[in-house]
């Protein structure tokens, strides 16, 4: 039985896609105490085994009588709740390897992501008013547990929160999380902001007061958008267009690394990571204050980074654009495929929106592309820019093409996993 521990690294769990087993033995910890770019890999591991194996089986190290914490705060575990709900075939066990009840684990899942998803829509400022189908003790709980300021573990470890779309749920309405008006809209980057102020909030980090969306969150909120609406446009039916996914799930991943954490030894770390934080924390915080920027908003000497993580278990993006399969397709043609959905107005979509569909990829590397990092994971290969070693060029942007580093050839995963680092300074 392969053990997945707070040791366990991205690279061990891409060996492991292949191989047969799927029985594994997990060290959980909770969902913010993961690595940069950890929690979104081992969620993705999952669901490409479920695609691969069918049946996949978790012995946790939690006892039967702590279960008790999973079943409360559900958010701090996210890389259970997620693979539970994509399939039937997915099973949790106790430490003394007992199978644990999926019924009373989903429907706990259901509910909070939709407590979740109702409290988000809301003015966290004000009293909680209106009928709905929750009891206001219920959402008045929650809110507390999960959003208060004076959390001791926000505080020293930061923040993690997922959005998630189960496409193939619309029976147990967990399929339009992410959306707005009955689920026929992406929500649009200005509501997107407001989540992300208040995860600033609950953090209990310093910020201008006179700047109410300041650019920090502003320009996080249209890399959130943007990525997302790539997913609902090409992430959802297979290579050729001609059928729905089912089962099938899209997300959104945000998480805030504070200093003590990232000043950490980062051996540890996925090399691409490793190298960016490295060179990151051993530079100058007055980097990042450029005009108009970070500088205006934080005024302090401290390092965050925030993780925008954004996942679909979709056709994966050079199969979508080319309309072929893997077997279709070399190594080379899959990496060039993939870096042509990051220029600007460069489309496979022929009709006549194909000039706003050709835009929104590209729009996140502008505004990364001073001091972030992005990693895409589709397929069988992985590609990633560090910007603050090689900010963007003029010449990328205007007809040569955004240049982008390419890992050798890895084990085919399900769906596609982009991941943007976006560094911040702040003060408490």
Same mark, same amino acid.
């Given at each position: 039985?392969?053990?997945?521990t ?68 559900p ?27 999926? /019924? ?8 909070? #992501?939709?407590?979740?998803? $109702? %409290? &988000? *829509?809301?003015?966290?400022? !004000? ?17 507390k547990r ?17 959005? /998630?779309?189960?496409?193939?749920l619309?029976?147990?309405? #967990?399929?339009?999380?992410? $959306? %707005? &008006? *009955?689920?026929?809209?992406? !929500? ?13 909030k ?12 300041n ?54 770390y996925?090399p ?14 007055g980097e ?11 005024e ?15 056709p ?48 996140v ?64």
């Amino acid at each position: 039985m392969l053990k997945i521990t707070k040791e366990t690294s991205i690279s061990d769990l891409e060996r492991w896609i292949v191989m047969d087993d799927h029985e594994f033995e997990l060290e959980v910890l909770e969902s913010f105490k993961y690595d940069p770019g950890f929690l979104i890999a081992l969620i993705q591991f999952f669901l490409t085994k479920l695609r691969l194996s069918s049946m996949v089986s978790v012995k946790t190290n939690i006892e039967r009588a702590d279960f008790s914490k999973v079943l409360t705060r559900p958010y701090d575990f996210n890389h259970l709740a997620t693979p539970l709900l994509f399939s039937d075939d997915f099973t949790i066990r106790d430490k003394d390897n007992k199978e644990v009840s999926r /019924g009373d684990l989903i429907k706990v899942f259901q509910r909070s #992501l939709k407590i979740q998803e $109702y %409290l &988000y *829509s809301q003015d966290f400022n !004000r009293e909680i008013l209106g009928a709905t189908e929750f009891k206001k003790a219920e959402l008045e709980h929650f809110r507390k547990r999960f959003f208060s300021t004076k959390s001791p573990s926000k505080i020293e470890n930061g923040v993690s929160f997922l959005v /998630g779309c189960f496409d193939h749920l619309e029976e147990y309405d #967990l399929h339009k999380n992410y $959306y %707005l &008006y *009955s689920g026929e809209y992406v !929500r649009y980057s200005k509501g997107i902001a407001s989540w992300l102020s208040r995860l600033f909030k609950f953090g209990g980090f310093s910020i201008s007061k006179e700047l109410n969306l300041n650019s920090l969150i502003d320009d996080l909120s249209v890399v959130i958008h943007e990525l997302f609406q790539n997913t609902e446009e090409w992430g959802k039916t297979n290579f050729n267009n001609t059928q729905f996914y089912s089962p099938n799930f899209r997300a959104v991943l945000i998480n805030l690394f504070l200093d003590q954490n990232l000043n950490k030894e980062t051996s540890g770390y996925e090399p691409v990571v490793n190298t960016y934080l490295f060179n990151l924390l051993k530079s100058n915080p007055g980097e990042l204050k450029t005009p108009n920027k970070q500088g205006a908003l934080f005024e302090g000497n401290l390092w965050g980074v925030c993780e925008v993580s954004v996942f679909d278990t979709g056709p994966g993006m050079a199969r979508r654009w080319t309309g072929k399969d893997f077997d279709q397709l070399s190594e080379g043609q899959e990496i060039d495929s993939t870096i042509k959905c990051f220029n600007k107005y460069i489309t496979s979509d022929t009709s006549g929106r194909r000039h706003v569909r050709g835009r929104g990829l590209s729009r996140v590397i502008s505004i990364i592309s001073g001091t972030g990092l992005i990693r895409v994971r589709t397929g069988n290969i992985c590609i990633y820019r560090d910007f603050f070693q090689r900010p963007l060029k003029a010449c990328e942007v205007e007809g040569n093409g955004i240049k982008f580093n390419s890992l050798e050839a890895l084990q085919r995963q399900e769906g596609t996993s982009i991941t943007i680092l976006y560094p911040f300074i702040y003060s408490r």
